[in-house]
Each structure stands twice: as C-alpha cells, then as structure tokens.
C-alpha cells in the first residue's frame, strides 16, 4: 500500500512467532495485526469492546492478507495501519508490514462493522470517518 500511514508500531519477532519452517507464522501476523489495531483505538481513548463512549464495539467481518517476504526471529518489524471507509458501517482497515526498513513483508485488508451494546449494526463513528478522510 502506498500513501500516508495514519499510525505504526514496531515490533520485535519472538522465537513463539516463529514456525516450523523457521520463518514468522501466518497467526503471529494476525497478533501483530490486531495488536496494531487495539493500540490505535487505545491511542484515541477507545477500545474493540467500547469504539464510541457507549459501549459500542468493533467486529471483524473479512479480512485478506498477501505475503510478500519472508521475517526470521529477532527481525524488527513495522506495522502501517490506514483507515479507509467503505460503506456507512464498514471500515477498512489497511495494514502495511515492513522489515529493513522499507522492505515490504505483507499487506493486509481486515473489514470491520460496529455493533451496539444491543448487537445491531451502526454506523462507523464520527472520529473514524474523520481520521479516514484525513488520510
């Protein structure tokens, strides 16, 4: 993905990211995902289980990944997440992961919708819209 990134965090593979053939396992990179994602929404004083001050949360509803390179233990790794909106409740979430710097490890697309405290979907929140078109 090129374009402005809208928040990154780097992280650290441990020997638990590491599979059987030696490289970064598929799962480790869905934690780093989702570990990127809860500290984005912690940074704007929200969380997956509370996305709007009403106990609103956050639910995963597809997401796609494409490797590009492979990541070993003790490599340091870049995580770029940018919000862009897809539809009055959908929310991309687009996620660029980075190792030396600028060498492109995997992209990844998770499309998320917001549940009520009641379980009904709503719209994405205001502050998400604005972040996303800020991008």
């Given at each position: ?113 917001f549940l009520s405290a ?18």
């Amino acid at each position: 993905m090129k374009g402005i990134s809208m928040y990154q965090q780097n992280y650290q593979l441990s020997i638990r990211d590491i599979n059987y053939a030696n490289h970064m396992d598929h799962l480790a990179l869905l934690n780093y995902l989702h570990e990127t994602r809860v500290r984005f929404l912690r940074e704007h004083g929200y969380s997956e289980l509370d996305v709007d001050g009403k106990g609103s949360g956050l639910v995963v509803a597809d997401l796609q990944c494409s490797y590009r390179r492979e990541c070993f233990y003790g490599d340091i790794i870049r995580v770029e997440l940018t919000l862009k909106v897809f539809s009055p409740t959908r929310l991309i979430m687009l996620y660029s992961i980075y190792k030396d710097g600028d060498t492109l490890v995997a992209n990844a697309e998770i499309r998320v919708a917001f549940l009520s405290a009641a379980r009904k979907i709503i719209a994405i929140p205001d502050y998400l819209v604005s972040l996303a078109a800020n991008v």
